[in-house]
């Protein structure tokens, strides 16, 4: 088993910034890829960025690339920079992790979840 917690969320005005930090514990070698997702409320859960787990290989949404930067320090603990926060950038924002070898960022593909955590970007 993989336990994934994450941490970092908070509230920001337009155009702040937030840094989101997991942390991944317990069986870690059996993951291939982590990544983050969100969510908004009355919407679909949404792929925001992943990255092969202790390599490279990122992989954004296309319309948040230039804004968000996902990186790791070490192979258990991932992070997710956002800057220029936007009000439709709010919601709840989770950490996944996935075993298989070609994860892209469709939600069914990850098999661990962290609980998650608030983004809210308001005036």
Known sequence: QVQLVESGGGSV???GSLRL??????????IKFMGWFRQAPGK????????YRGGDRRLY??????RFTISQDNADKLYLQMTNLKPED????????ST?????????????WGQG??????S
């Open 13 to 15: 005005q337009p155009g």
């Open 21 to 30: 930090s997991c942390a991944a514990s317990g069986d870690t070698h059996i």
């Open 44 to 51: 679909e859960r949404e792929g925001v960025a992943r990255m």
């Open 61 to 66: 949404d296309p319309s948040l690339q230039v």
């Open 90 to 97: 709010s919601g709840v924002y989770y950490c996944a992790a």
């Open 100 to 112: 298989s070898s070609s994860a892209w960022l469709q939600s069914n593909q990850y098999n661990y």
């Open 117 to 122: 955590t608030q983004v809210t970007v308001s």
